[in-house]
């Protein structure tokens, strides 16, 4: 079993930058994908972006790409999702999950929320304009 708990957000000013840590435990956490979803008020929860249980390998939503970048430490039990150049659009919860990576996505990972079998309670990021 992996606990995740998020924590880093904030609020920024448009065009500043974040870098929320998400914190594992359990033994298990370098063998699993790890993403982060965001959740707009009023709307569903959405991918942002994945990293493979090596870090060799990432994926991104189109509306983040170029802009955010994510990345894991599995010595520190940890991952990170750096966010630069934030929008008033970024604003929203976010939640880092672990996915044990069922199939083979092809160059888009694992997008599903029910593909991700743990998550943390959320961080708020709210970037003002």
């Known amino acids: 079993q992996v606990q995740l708990v998020e924590s880093g957000g904030g609020l920024v000013q448009a065009g500043g930058s974040l870098r929320p840590p998400c914190a594992a435990s359990?033994?298990?956490?370098?063998?699993?994908?790890m993403g982060w979803f965001g959740q707009a008020p009023g709307k569903e929860r959405e991918f942002v972006a994945v990293?493979?249980?090596?870090?060799?390998?990432?994926y991104y939503a189109d509306s983040v790409k170029g802009r955010f970048t994510i990345s894991r430490d599995n010595a520190k039990n940890a991952v990170y999702l750096q966010m630069n150049s934030l929008k008033p659009k970024d604003t929203a919860v976010y939640y880092c999950?672990?996915?044990?990576?069922?199939?083979?996505?092809?160059?888009?990972?694992?997008?599903?929320?029910?593909?991700?079998?743990?998550w943390g309670q959320g961080t708020q990021v709210t970037v003002s304009s």
């Open positions: 990293v493979t249980w090596s870090g060799t390998s990432t």
């Open positions: 359990g033994r298990t956490f370098s063998s699993y994908g």
């Open positions: 999950a672990a996915t044990k990576w069922y199939n083979d996505y092809g160059d888009l990972g694992p997008r599903n929320i029910y593909e991700y079998d743990y």
